[in-house]
DNA sequence: CCTACCGATCGGTAGG
DNA sequence: CCTACCGATCGGTAGG
């Protein structure tokens, strides 16, 4: 029955605003007057409906995260090979990117301005993720499917690739996500030379 | 006679110190009080070097641009396959990077606080160096050398795997920069799939 | 390069 | 959700 979500219907609209701004013009280079005149409310207002403006980044970043984990957990018992395995993570990484591409965006550019303890706690999260990323890669290396030399290399690379796609990502450009997703994961496992 | 670079001397060390706080904290989170303080002057001081903040940002992302657009002018006549100045590009492009890793930091994640005309001028920059990076792509479909159905997907793609290069080298770790650049070619070239 | 200072704006609170 | 307001801090200037 969703009751995490729907608090107050208001305070999703703020948040929703402020994700758009903190992609926009940066968490700090963002006044909580600026989101308020936004929202067509005075700036003392928003203090109803949210604890500060910390708080509003630190809910943007970690629902985030749990998305990540969510999809990447969803994948984590099919059974397949390691390549189909890599392809389906592929496809979820890629999918919670783009159905919040401002969300990510401020996932990935905003969170070091996360205070303590939330910080901590967000980089361990990113290194949990980044570990289970690292087992399919293994896996595929022990099976024989993927020729890697350099397997936290390779993780970061694949990342990185994935992780920059809410910069240039529209959803109602011609480009699927799931096109997306299929694209890089050839180029990642065929690479772009002739064969 | 690098008469460009050390106009006083004490300008230089400002910009060096302004870009490692940018890159930690961010444009618009560090203060002119905090960079004051880690140079031991006061804040109004820095103004007998510098006319502005905006003014130190601007010398550090367009320092870096100039130094990327040099890097790939600097391999366009060399004669050789689309492959090969493939290879170089990612070579020079990697080691702009890795030599300065905290200007580059800045260049990537903060250049959105440039102000007008710094901003358009910056974009165009930008647009113009993934034109020559595509015209490589381009260059290695028409000769055959590479297989690829969307040379612009490929460029972003290429591109994101070096961009964020910076976030993790050391450079008095274990990769040096000509090891980093071969891997990811060899990646891009042939992917990580069994032959 | 410093002291002294400016107007503007910040995140947030009190009290209704 | 608003009015009224707080102390703190901001980028920057005047004048030496």
């Known amino acids: ?32 007057r600026e989101l308020a005149t936004e929202l067509q409310m005075e700036a003392a207002s928003l203090y109803s409906h949210i604890r500060s403006k910390d ?3 630190r809910s943007i970043c970690f629902t985030m995260a749990n998305a990540f984990f969510e999809a990447i957990d969803g994948i984590a018992d099919v059974p397949a090979s390691a390549t189909e395995r890599l392809r389906a993570l592929m496809d979820v990484h890629v999918g919670v990117i783009t159905q919040k591409p401002s969300a990510a965006a401020v996932f990935f550019s905003e969170w070091k301005h996360l205070k303590e303890p939330d910080i901590s706690r967000f980089l361990e999260m990113r290194q ?3 570990q ?15 020729n890697v030399d350099d397997p936290k290399f390779v993780v970061r ?6 992780n920059w796609i809410h910069t240039w990502y529209r959803p109602d450009g011609p480009m699927k996500p799931e096109e997306i997703s299929r694209k890089i994961c050839e180029m990642v496992i065929n690479g772009i030379g002739m064969r």
Chains 1, 2 share one sequence.
Do not use: C
């Not at 926009?24 to 280079?29: E, I, L, P, S, T």
């Not at 690292?134 to 024989?144: C, S, T």
């Not at 690379?157 to 994935?162: D, F, R, T, V, Y």
């Open 1 to 32: 029955m969703s009751t995490t979500k729907n608090l107050s219907g208001r305070r999703h609209q703020i948040e929703k605003e402020a994700t758009r701004l903190f992609e926009a013009r940066g968490f700090a280079a963002t006044s909580m």
């Open 55 to 57: 708080e509003l980044l």
């Open 128 to 130: 949990s993720y980044e």
């Open 132 to 146: 289970k990323v690292l087992a399919i890669i293994k896996e595929g290396i022990a099976n024989k499917e993927l």
């Open 157 to 162: 690379m694949l990342l990185n690739s994935m």
